[in-house]
Nanobody, 114 residues
Framework: VQFVESGGGLVQPGGSLRLSCAAS????????MSWYRQAPGKARELVAT?????????NYANSVKGRFTISRDNAKNTVYLQMNSLKPEDTAVYYC???????WGQGTQVTVSS
């Protein structure tokens, strides 16, 4: 099992980024996928979740609701996180994960700063 996150970077407050996570080593379409983030000195937190193939149900942390959108492309084994109206408090390393899988990728750094 492997997760490769990408798309992070430095952005000004109010800006946007789109994160991607390419997954491999398991049947991607059968798994609930999530994005997590971890800020310096803080615990890892759940940001967004999307259900399996054919489902459109998504869930978001209150802190990102209305600003972030999670989506998936099962043909590409990839999950995305569109992040709009970014705030300094969104600064963190972002990770994707499949429910029940204990392997983590290297994450992608998102820094929101002027």
């Amino acid at each position: 099992v492997q997760f490769v996150e990408s798309g992070g970077g430095l952005v000004q407050p109010g800006g946007s980024l789109r994160l991607s996570c390419a997954a491999s080593g398991f049947t991607f379409s059968r798994y609930v996928m999530s994005w997590y983030r971890q800020a310096p000195g803080k615990a890892r937190e759940l940001v967004a979740t999307i259900l399996t193939s054919g489902a459109t149900t998504t869930n978001y942390a209150n802190s990102v609701k209305g600003r972030f959108t999670i989506s998936r492309d099962n043909a590409k084994n990839t999950v995305y996180l569109q992040m709009n109206s970014l705030k300094p408090e969104d600064t963190a390393v972002y990770y994707c994960n499949a429910r029940g899988v204990t392997v983590w990728g290297q994450g992608t750094q998102v820094t929101v700063s002027s």
